[in-house]
């Protein structure tokens, strides 16, 4: 490939250094490296700058962001989703804007096609989910951090398209599940139970919706766009040897809505144990109810100011059993899921405790763990 040279401007310069992404002077797209974590990463077509803004293939960069990941083409524009655990990334091919949520972000580059890959700009999609980037000028390398933790926790991956009989995509199941480095029983009896998981998730499922995703194009028509099946995680906490892990499970059937659900599992790694509610409060099933119903008082509070939330507050209460939850750094997360205690418009009802040490009602303290 031959690469024209051109005069760099002060204005073009100054760009550059504002997007943190700057590079020398005749400098080749291939010179570029990216790292994360301190590890290079490999790509199957070289990065390449775009209007000052590096872009690298959407796959590799997302998958080893531990993303779920689907290409969809659809009768407006070709389009890339990227999933980790709440965060939701949409990017079209060729536009200047990415929907991160509900939120619309504008790119300085467009995701474009480049050799037969797909290129997303790699600041923009980086930072959408919360991650350090640095350019380092004498190296030209792109540096991305995520958050430290205790154990080394990596992603793995799974992927399966199902197709109809002409080809067109009819459902894209992608998956990403965590993998702790480490060479004990217990890590490994974890991981393949993540690895369990996943595959159930992108096979099993697969099997029993092929005809339904088949009989809906045809009844859709040109509006019909392949379904998305996702699985992500997010390493809640990780660190005083514990490691907390919420599995994010996203579906989009082409419905009224997607549905999202979350499982999380938390592991007390030096004990070998995974670890319940009431290990964590140290109480009886009966004080563990008592302590969720309170937790959840302020949130049944503020549903009560737009009209009625008895019926709310009596499905937690009875449902507080069966409350799912995680530990962050800061707190005891406690939730349910869409249609748990409510209908579809109540979203996650999640209610937080701060964690108390010894003497109070969660037995953990992690104010000076590291």
């Not at 398209?161 to 067109?168: A, C, F, K, L, N």
């Not at 099993?204 to 995703?213: F, N």
């Not at 109480?283 to 008592?290: F, G, S, T």
């Not at 010894?358 to 953990?364: A, F, L, M, S, Y």
Request: proline share 4%; with cysteine.
């Amino acid at each position: 490939m031959v690469f024209m040279k051109k005069k760099l401007t002060s204005a073009v310069i100054a760009s550059c250094l504002a997007a943190g992404l700057c590079f020398s002077a005749g400098a080749a797209d291939g010179d570029i490296t990216v790292s994360l974590n301190g590890e290079k990463l490999a790509f199957d077509v070289a990065p390449v700058i775009e209007e000052g803004r590096t872009l690298v293939p959407f796959r590799a960069i997302f998958e080893a962001l531990g993303c779920a990941v689907s290409y969809s083409p659809q009768k407006d524009g070709n389009f890339v989703y990227a999933m980790k655990g709440e965060k939701y990334l949409s990017l079209k091919i060729g536009s200047d804007e990415m929907q991160v949520g509900e939120k619309t972000v504008k790119l300085d580059a467009a995701p474009k096609i480049e050799n037969g890959r797909t290129l997303v700009p790699l600041r923009a999609v980086s930072e959408s989910l919360d991650l350090k980037v640095d350019w380092d000028g004498e190296t030209k390398t792109v540096s991305i951090a995520e958050k430290e933790g205790q154990y080394k926790i990596k992603p793995g991956h799974m992927t399966r398209i199902v197709s109809d009989r002409d080809g067109t995509p009819l459902i894209n199941f992608d998956c990403a599940y965590p993998i702790i480095e480490g060479e004990t029983d217990f890590i490994k009896q974890i991981n393949s139970e993540y690895l369990a998981m996943a595959d159930a998730f992108v096979n099993d499922i697969a099997e029993t919706l092929e005809k339904d995703a088949a009989d809906l194009r045809t009844a859709m028509g040109d509006n019909f766009r392949p379904q998305e099946f996702n699985l992500s995680y997010d390493v809640m906490l990780n660190r005083n040897n514990m490691i907390s892990i919420r599995m994010t499970d996203y579906k989009n059937m082409n419905g009224a809505h997607p549905s999202t659900n979350y499982y999380s599992r938390t592991f007390q790694m030096v004990l070998e144990k995974e670890l319940a509610l009431t290990d964590v409060l140290d109480a009886d099933p009966e004080k563990v109810n008592e302590t969720v119903n309170n937790a959840f008082s302020g949130f049944v509070a503020e549903l009560s100011k737009d009209g009625d939330a008895s019926e709310v507050a009596a499905n937690i209460k009875n449902q507080s059993g069966n409350v799912s939850w995680y530990l962050n750094d800061d707190s005891l997360v406690l939730y349910f899921n869409q249609y748990e205690v409510g209908a579809y418009a109540l979203g996650t009802p999640t209610a937080t405790v701060a964690y108390t040490g010894p003497d109070g009602i969660v037995k953990i303290d992690l104010s000076k763990a590291q």
